[in-house]
């Protein structure tokens, strides 16, 4: 089955660590995006890449960084200046950029800052 | 810039009831609108979308239709089930130079009581 694969569900992390979230997909998509879930806030994106080694910013980037090294894996670093990491982060593809392609989506991975 | 307004939740029905959540957007040029929906704990799901004016996006028993006169994508359903209960958002890809990226609303919580 074709698909988005993020690990681990759940993270736990301590204040001042960076933690790296895994996305996979199998879907042979070329673009992929993070995305932060706050509760009543709806999604918010962090980064997006439309090709593998390249990535850009997007709303909220600042303390996280990614990588795309591979066209299936797009990782997610969230790093000791992120001030507020606690959230739900989903990680999202898609076959093409034009409008009419949806977006499929990871199950999710829940991190909490202890 | 673009933007997605949704009605606020949580929405709480019994089983058999109508469903109707309110969606209205802002975008440049012609955007595609989407439905998503998540079920706790888990990723979103596409639930209908509409690529032009006037279409219907339908699924499940859902169905949303592409207003661009009033600029908006309410969802509807004759008659929920208490499996129904989940987050419903609305989504735009405003195609152009946004490199498949969506922007959603706020998300509206639905709870069915049998």
């Known amino acids: 089955d074709g698909g988005i694969t993020q690990s681990p569900k759940y993270l736990f992390r301590k204040e001042g660590q960076n933690v790296t979230l895994s996305c996979e997909q199998n879907l042979n998509h070329d673009a992929m995006y993070w995305y932060r879930q706050d509760p009543g806030q709806g999604l918010r994106l962090i980064y997006y890449?439309?090709?593998?080694?390249?990535?850009q910013k997007g709303d909220i980037a600042e303390g996280y960084s990614v990588s795309r090294e591979k066209k299936e894996s797009f990782p997610l670093t969230v790093t000791s200046a992120q001030k507020n990491p606690t959230a739900f982060y989903l990680c999202a593809s898609t076959r093409g950029v034009v409008r009419d392609n949806e977006q499929f989506f990871g199950p999710g991975t829940r991190l909490t800052v202890l | 810039g673009n933007s997605v307004t949704q009605m606020e939740g949580p929405v709480t029905l019994s089983e058999e009831a109508f469903l109707t959540i309110n969606c209205t957007y802002t975008?440049?040029?012609?955007?595609?609108l989407f439905w998503y929906v998540q079920y706790p704990g888990e990723g979103l799901q596409l639930l209908l979308k509409?690529?032009?004016?006037?279409d219907k996006g339908s699924n499940k028993g859902f169905e949303a239709t592409y207003r661009k006169e009033t600029t908006s994508f309410h969802l509807e359903k004759g008659s929920v089930q208490v499996s129904d209960s989940a987050v419903y958002f609305c989504a735009l890809h405003a195609g152009g130079t946004s490199y498949g990226k969506l922007t959603f609303g706020q998300g509206t919580i639905l709870t069915v009581h049998p």
């Open positions: 890449s439309q090709i593998v080694n390249d990535f």
């Open positions: 509409a690529t032009k004016a006037d």
């Open positions: 975008a440049t040029g012609y955007p595609s």
